[in-house]
């Protein structure tokens, strides 16, 4: 990939967060010399202003859109009016200031929260528009969407080279351990980890575990989106994942044994679970762009709970679980 990152400016929205920084380390090591990452604090991406003042620094060739306001069950419950405003105005006001621009691409990460909460496994991305999404992802998962029609919208009128690839949930080393917004492995990571180290009976879990996930390892869909960036020019929105399905129950007995907690597992059924079930198919990756998930999941699990406990503040005396 090196010559064809090598002779092209590329901004990347969201460099700074948890999948921004692996797919700027990707570009990196693919031969890229000229990358500009906007921060939050200089450049609101959320406003026109912002937005302008961003291309006029960077003058990209290329735009990777990963910037969004993101959580976990009960920060999607808490905030469904900030997370689909915030989401669809950045998204739409950038893409149309893109393309305004000049800019040659615009490469768009969408969520996996579009899809409908009885979607048939695994997930195909002819599926995304036969249902509605799961209730507390909802906003978010449709305000995401709407860059895929405007995505298409605008390849269609304008000629414009957008793609929209859909990410299965992300884990890895650098992922977010905030228990007020971090998604269910980080969640866990640090549920079980302090519980160990604290000397705690147990720890609560939401849901009743049994709902299935897939997880993609954050360097594997850093690979992806460089990938699909470079090879990959259509309307049709492409899945990124591994085709791998677990149980939430499955995960939280995993992840208990791989950091030694061996207390009791409480789980709290008054809370949502979410989507029943999340699982890609990953044919079309594959095919268009040639990309395969690298990463065993246990590996990978093992590699974030180092992680954390080598950055993890010490537990005070009286912390509790």
């Known amino acids: ?94 893409m149309e200031q893109a393309r305004l621009a000049g800019v040659q691409k615009f490469v768009t990460i969408g969520t996996v929260c579009a899809y409908p909460k009885f979607t048939p496994v695994p997930f195909s991305e002819d599926e995304l528009w036969n249902g509605y999404p799961e209730e507390t992802n909802a906003p978010y998962g449709l305000a995401k969407k709407m860059l895929l029609v405007q995505g298409q919208a605008y390849r269609q009128q304008y000629g414009f080279d957008a793609i929209h690839l859909i990410p299965v949930n992300l884990y890895g080393p650098g992922d977010n351990f905030d228990p007020r ?92 679970d979410g989507q029943p079930r999340r699982a890609l198919d990953t044919s079309r990756a594959e095919r268009l762009f040639g990309f395969v998930a690298r990463m065993p999941f246990e590996e990978g699990l093992r590699r974030t709970i180092a992680w954390y406990e080598e950055h993890r503040p010490a537990i005070l005396p009286s912390s509790t679980v």
């Not at 010559?3 to 090591?29: E, H, I, K, Q, Y």
């Not at 961003?54 to 735009?63: C, E, G, K, V």
């Not at 299935?212 to 992806?224: H, K, M, Q």
Request: overall charge negative; aromatic content about 8%; charged content about 25%.
């Open 1 to 94: 990939m090196s010559d064809f990152w090598a002779n092209r400016r590329v901004m990347v929205t969201g460099g700074g967060g948890f999948l921004g920084r692996s797919v700027v380390a990707r570009l990196d090591s693919a031969g890229s010399r000229d990358v500009f990452v906007p921060r939050s604090s200089e450049f609101d991406l959320r406003t026109l202003d912002g937005i302008d003042r961003a291309l006029a620094f960077a003058r990209p060739d290329l735009i990777i859109h990963l910037a969004a306001v993101v959580g976990g069950i009960g920060a999607n419950r808490e905030n469904p009016g900030r997370f689909f405003y915030d989401n669809a105005i950045m998204g739409i006001q950038l």
């Open 181 to 272: 917004s971090s998604h269910v492995i980080p969640a866990l990571i640090k549920k079980c980890v302090d519980a160990r180290d604290a000397g705690a009976e147990g720890i609560e879990v939401w849901g009743t575990g049994s709902p299935s996930r897939e997880f993609l390892f954050v360097e594997d869909a850093a690979e992806a989106i460089a990938l699909g960036a470079k090879q990959y020019d259509g309307p049709e929105p492409v899945n990124l994942g591994t085709a791998d399905e677990i149980t939430i129950r499955e995960l939280v007995q995993l992840i208990a044994h791989l950091t030694r907690f061996q207390g009791e597992i409480r789980w709290d059924s008054s809370k949502p």
